[in-house]
């Protein structure tokens, strides 16, 4: 029997599962500017900094590797815009969040907010 959601019945904490659905859905809107890009491994690197190990961690999804801190940053670097929403959960359900990872809009900043 299943207690809400697979990240549930493997034991992790709500907010190890939070942090876990953060970096998937980040991870997710990430790899498709990429592959919408059609950059090579060396490329990808240089654009974000890091090594080739490293680049093939992340075409491979293996996202443990990286901190959601990390993928947003590679999201700048991508000339990307990332919005993380909290939303209170409904009673009797788990944790919800939505990440996303967007161009900005022509003419529009990337602001950073500081509170």
């Not at 990240?7 to 500017?33: N, P, Q």
């Not at 961690?57 to 999201?75: M, P, Q, Y």
Request: no cysteine; hydrophobic share 40%; proline share 3%.
């Amino acid at each position: 029997m299943t207690k809400g959601s697979v990240l549930d019945d493997l034991g992790f904490s709500a907010a190890e599962a939070l942090e876990i659905k953060v970096k998937a859905d980040i991870y997710r809107e990430l790899m498709k500017h990429i592959e919408g890009r059609s950059l090579t491994q060396e490329q990808l690197g240089t654009i974000l900094g890091i090594h080739q190990p490293d680049v093939s961690h992340l075409r491979n999804g293996r996202i443990s590797k990286f901190s959601v801190g990390k993928l947003i940053k590679f999201a700048g670097k991508l000339e990307l815009g990332a919005e993380v929403r909290l939303i209170k959960p409904k009673p009797g359900r788990g944790l919800s969040v939505r990440a996303s990872v967007e161009r900005p809009a022509a003419g529009l900043a990337i602001r950073k907010l500081v509170r």
